[in-house]
């Protein structure tokens, strides 16, 4: 019910000047199981994400399907969102007002979600993130689970690079790599990481 509101709010937005537009610059909000022990963030919507409302369609976003799947998931069981909800003109970098008016949401995703995983996909989700939880354990690249007992309250940060930059990198090395580690910290969100908070 409070993630309907909030969906609902997103959808009707108007905080940042020329966003939130059908088809041009639209929103979707946060994607997913409500549940999902892991909470995936981009930077922003992309283009064919407006049509689907589903983030991370198609293009780069390939690597983060083979990721879910490598951890024997589905995209619909895990928690997709973006630090900016709607798609910057034309694929432009967001903005630091668009950050700032945005995030809001995204924490209150976050909230309502609670993952014991989160894995940030790029220097805006990376920033926001650390804002959010000034306390969280993080694992940089390549991914390590924690040691020890989890906080309850805090999630445990991957920070990871986005998946487009990945592919400019035209390196077929590296992006198993990179879809391994995704693959490595979702399917330990779903095992170890549960096992551990219980
Ligand atoms: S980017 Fe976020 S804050 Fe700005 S108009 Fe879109 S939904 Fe609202």
Same mark, same amino acid.
């Given at each position: 019910m409070r993630k309907l509101a909030l969906d609902?709010?997103?959808? $009707?937005?108007r905080r940042c000047d020329g966003m939130n537009i059908a088809g041009v610059t639209a929103s979707a909000p946060g994607y997913g199981c409500l549940t999902s022990p892991v909470a995936l963030v981009g930077q922003s919507l992309c283009e064919k994400c407006m049509k689907t409302?589903?983030?991370f369609t198609e293009g780069? &976003? &390939?690597l983060i399907d083979e990721g879910i799947r490598g951890a024997g998931q589905q995209k619909k069981n895990l928690f997709i969102s973006n630090a900016v909800h709607c798609h910057p003109p034309k694929n432009r970098a967001s903005q630091q007002h668009e950050i700032v008016n945005c995030s809001p949401y995204l924490h209150r995703e976050l909230e309502i979600v609670r993952p014991r995983l989160v894995i940030t996909l790029g220097r805006d989700a990376e920033r926001v993130l650390r804002f959010f939880y000034p306390r969280a354990r993080i694992s940089g690249h390549p991914f390590e689970a924690p040691r020890g007992r989890l906080s309850k309250d805090v999630p445990f940060i991957y920070n990871a690079k986005h998946p487009s930059w990945i592919l400019r990198q035209h390196d077929d090395e590296l992006e198993d790599e990179y879809v391994?580690?995704?693959a490595a910290a979702? $399917?330990?969100s779903f095992g170890d990481a549960r096992r551990k908070a219980e």
């Open positions: 609902d709010e997103i959808k $009707r937005c409302q589903i983030p780069s &976003g &390939g391994s580690n995704l979702i $399917r330990w």
